[in-house]
Protein backbone atom coordinates (compact mmCIF):
# COMPACT_ATOMS: atom_id res chain seq x y z
CA UNK A 1 0.00 0.00 0.00
CA UNK A 2 1.11 3.24 -0.55
CA UNK A 3 0.57 6.34 0.72
CA UNK A 4 0.48 9.98 -0.87
CA UNK A 5 1.92 12.80 0.33
CA UNK A 6 0.15 15.88 0.64
CA UNK A 7 -0.43 17.93 -3.06
CA UNK A 8 1.28 14.64 -4.16
CA UNK A 9 -1.00 14.05 -7.50
CA UNK A 10 -1.11 10.28 -8.26
CA UNK A 11 -0.11 9.02 -11.61
CA UNK A 12 -2.55 7.44 -14.09
CA UNK A 13 -1.81 5.11 -16.07
CA UNK A 14 -0.65 6.21 -19.74
CA UNK A 15 -0.12 2.79 -21.25
CA UNK A 16 -2.64 0.74 -20.70
CA UNK A 17 -4.29 -1.04 -23.68
CA UNK A 18 -2.67 1.24 -26.17
CA UNK A 19 -4.93 2.13 -30.06
CA UNK A 20 -2.00 2.06 -32.13
CA UNK A 21 -3.17 -1.78 -33.32
CA UNK A 22 -6.43 -0.12 -33.96
CA UNK A 23 -4.98 2.95 -35.97
CA UNK A 24 -2.40 0.61 -38.05
CA UNK A 25 -5.77 -1.76 -38.67
CA UNK A 26 -7.02 1.64 -40.12
CA UNK A 27 -4.50 2.36 -41.89
CA UNK A 28 -4.63 -1.51 -43.55
CA UNK A 29 -7.73 -0.63 -44.20
CA UNK A 30 -7.48 1.97 -46.03
CA UNK A 31 -4.70 1.31 -48.22
CA UNK A 32 -7.00 -1.99 -49.01
CA UNK A 33 -9.76 -0.34 -49.81
CA UNK A 34 -7.35 1.97 -52.39
CA UNK A 35 -6.86 -1.02 -54.01
CA UNK A 36 -10.19 -3.16 -54.12
CA UNK A 37 -12.07 0.32 -55.58
CA UNK A 38 -13.47 0.25 -58.72
CA UNK A 39 -13.53 3.45 -60.24
CA UNK A 40 -16.56 2.15 -62.15
CA UNK A 41 -18.91 1.66 -59.44
CA UNK A 42 -17.86 4.83 -57.12
CA UNK A 43 -21.38 6.25 -56.40
CA UNK A 44 -19.43 9.15 -53.97
CA UNK A 45 -20.00 12.37 -56.09
CA UNK A 46 -16.82 13.91 -54.26
CA UNK A 47 -14.56 10.85 -54.52
CA UNK A 48 -15.62 10.99 -58.08
CA UNK A 49 -15.14 14.71 -58.22
CA UNK A 50 -11.90 14.29 -56.63
CA UNK A 51 -10.66 11.69 -59.29
CA UNK A 52 -11.48 13.84 -61.96
CA UNK A 53 -9.68 17.47 -60.64
CA UNK A 54 -6.57 15.82 -58.94
CA UNK A 55 -6.60 12.33 -60.15
CA UNK A 56 -7.17 9.05 -58.37
CA UNK A 57 -3.37 8.83 -57.31
CA UNK A 58 -3.06 11.97 -55.31
CA UNK A 59 -6.56 11.36 -54.05
CA UNK A 60 -5.39 8.13 -52.70
CA UNK A 61 -1.96 9.66 -51.17
CA UNK A 62 -4.25 12.63 -49.96
CA UNK A 63 -6.86 9.98 -48.09
CA UNK A 64 -3.61 7.95 -46.68
CA UNK A 65 -2.26 11.26 -45.50
CA UNK A 66 -5.14 11.82 -43.59
CA UNK A 67 -5.23 8.74 -41.56
CA UNK A 68 -1.27 9.33 -40.70
CA UNK A 69 -2.12 13.06 -39.76
CA UNK A 70 -5.10 10.96 -37.43
CA UNK A 71 -2.31 9.26 -35.60
CA UNK A 72 -0.10 11.65 -35.06
CA UNK A 73 -2.85 13.67 -33.50
CA UNK A 74 -3.42 10.56 -31.23
CA UNK A 75 0.01 10.67 -30.39
CA UNK A 76 0.41 14.28 -30.29
CA UNK A 77 -2.67 14.19 -27.77
CA UNK A 78 -1.17 11.61 -25.55
CA UNK A 79 1.88 13.56 -24.56
CA UNK A 80 -0.20 16.93 -24.28
CA UNK A 81 -3.36 15.28 -21.54
CA UNK A 82 -3.39 15.33 -18.23
CA UNK A 83 -3.22 12.60 -16.11
CA UNK A 84 -6.32 13.36 -15.16
CA UNK A 85 -8.33 13.99 -19.02
CA UNK A 86 -6.38 11.23 -20.83
CA UNK A 87 -9.16 8.78 -20.02
CA UNK A 88 -11.70 10.97 -21.52
CA UNK A 89 -9.37 12.21 -24.09
CA UNK A 90 -8.85 8.00 -25.05
CA UNK A 91 -12.68 6.82 -24.84
CA UNK A 92 -13.09 9.82 -27.45
CA UNK A 93 -10.20 8.76 -29.64
CA UNK A 94 -11.68 5.08 -29.58
CA UNK A 95 -15.00 6.34 -30.49
CA UNK A 96 -14.04 7.78 -33.62
CA UNK A 97 -12.21 4.69 -34.36
CA UNK A 98 -14.59 2.37 -34.16
CA UNK A 99 -17.17 4.73 -36.25
CA UNK A 100 -14.17 4.90 -38.99
CA UNK A 101 -13.48 0.90 -38.23
CA UNK A 102 -17.00 0.09 -39.00
CA UNK A 103 -17.21 2.26 -42.33
CA UNK A 104 -13.90 0.95 -43.97
CA UNK A 105 -14.95 -2.78 -43.51
CA UNK A 106 -18.42 -1.87 -44.84
CA UNK A 107 -16.58 -0.04 -47.73
CA UNK A 108 -14.31 -2.79 -48.32
CA UNK A 109 -16.22 -5.75 -47.84
CA UNK A 110 -18.55 -3.37 -51.19
CA UNK A 111 -15.79 -3.36 -53.10
CA UNK A 112 -14.73 -7.12 -53.11
CA UNK A 113 -18.19 -7.91 -53.56
CA UNK A 114 -18.26 -5.73 -56.62
CA UNK A 115 -15.13 -6.58 -57.64
CA UNK A 116 -16.29 -10.56 -57.38
CA UNK A 117 -19.08 -9.98 -59.33
CA UNK A 118 -18.11 -7.99 -62.00
CA UNK A 119 -15.06 -11.01 -62.43
Not at 29 to 50: G, K, M, Q, R, S
Not at 88 to 101: A, E, N, P, S
Request: hydrophobic share 55%; glycine share 6%.
Amino acid sequence: MSCVAFGEKREVKRNSRSLSSWFLFLLYLNIFDILVTNPAYEANPLTLYLWGEIGIFLSATIKIGLVLFFGVLYASAKKIAKPTEWPFTKQIFRGMLIVLLAFYIFVVTWNLVLLVLSL
